[in-house]
């Protein structure tokens, strides 16, 4: 049977078998691994990886493809197929009720126009995760994985970096897939961490404070932030870190955001 990809879901089918192959060494499956695999398609990567793991939890949003990837994985006695979005999936209730104790994987062929939201949901969860791979838009994966001072480094950035470690781990060619989209891919990976990567006294200041740093990118950090930070942190903050009164956002560290929040927190609460 086949089936006309979805535009409106983003949908691009990976063909190349040597692709296929290496995605699936990079994920270093072990037989204890629960995989929770986001858009399943027709099941050829899901297939593959059945067989050399535990447990495999395959998502699937569009109906009708659920026939095809009930026949793909007909053997597969430890796959389960969930008709559902991955940004309206529970995923803490989900572990819960399956009683899930060990750490699970996640890995998908994610649609780029929503790649931003199913990582923010999927860290939303990350006590229950170990590790994420995603296949990406090559330029979105450079803005996840970039360090300060390039380019690339912008909010999205700090804030995956905050509860994961990203890498790269190979660039895919658009020629890859069908139907052939516009742009070239990467397989990202993300550790999660088991502590943040850094200490705040408040998340909720600490990412608004990196959205505004990158909110008006062009300007200098102190006009960024007016209106919210007070400029007698901002001064105690250029002061003991021996910054650069001009200095742009994306200079600043983790480290660096980290200790701006802090400081205004202290303010704030006394």
Known sequence: MRIKSKKSLGQNFLVDQNIRNKIINSLELKESDIIFEIGSGRGELTALIAPRVSRVYALEIDKRLLEILSESLAGCKNTEIINQ?????????FVKDRRIESKIKVFGNIPYYISSPIIEHLLGFCKHIGEIFLTVQKEF???????????????????????????????ISKN?????????????KLEIRNHPAVN???????????????GKRRKILRNSLLGIVDPQVLDKFFSEISLDRNIRPERLT??????????QFSIKKA
């Not at 979005?85 to 209730?93: E, I, N, P, R």
Request: hydrophobic share 45%.
């Open 85 to 93: 979005d991955v940004l309206k999936f529970d995923l803490d209730g």
């Open 141 to 171: 994966g450079a803005r996840v994985a970039a360090i300060p001072g390039s380019k690339d480094y912008g909010s999205f950035s700090c804030f995956t970096q905050y509860y994961a470690l990203p890498k790269i781990l190979f660039d």
């Open 176 to 188: 890859c897939f069908r139907p052939l989209p516009k742009v070239d891919s990467s397989f990202l």
């Open 200 to 214: 705040v006294a408040s998340e909720a200041l600490f990412f608004k404070i990196v959205r505004s740093g990158f």
């Open 254 to 263: 983790l480290e660096n955001f980290a200790f701006l929040a802090n400081l």
